[in-house]
């Protein structure tokens, strides 16, 4: 484990649990290819803020690259949503590009 999780997860260990950590966790757990615990600490982020669109992305992004295409077509809808409603217009065009690549993917299976 690198450096950056065993800090992150010491703060988590310290009771500093929140949205903005649990994000942290998951990109630096994403970095490493660990797409189980990535996942599970951005839904927690999730579950802390449903309006926070950078976990939304990350999240769905996660789901992704671990193959679960159906499940990142879902996060990538809602986390749009969330974003549009937000008026968060840069993460809105990001995950509308990503979502496009998926249904681009899943159309030449």
């Known amino acids: 484990m690198n450096d950056l999780i065993n800090r992150f997860e010491g703060l988590l260990n310290q009771g500093q649990d929140n949205a903005l950590l649990r994000l942290s966790l998951g990109q630096a ?7 189980d615990q990535a996942i599970r ?7 802390f ?3 926070y669109s950078a976990a939304w992305k990350v999240y769905a992004k996660a789901l992704a690259t671990k193959g679960d295409e159906e499940a990142a077509i879902t996060a990538y809808t809602q986390g749009i949503a969330v974003a549009e409603k937000k008026g968060d217009k840069q993460a809105v065009k990001e995950m509308q590009v990503f979502l496009k690549r998926l249904h681009k993917n899943q159309a030449q299976k």
């Open 29 to 35: 757990y994403l970095k490493e290819k660990a797409f």
């Open 41 to 47: 600490h951005l839904k927690q982020a999730l579950e």
């Open 49 to 51: 803020d449903s309006e």
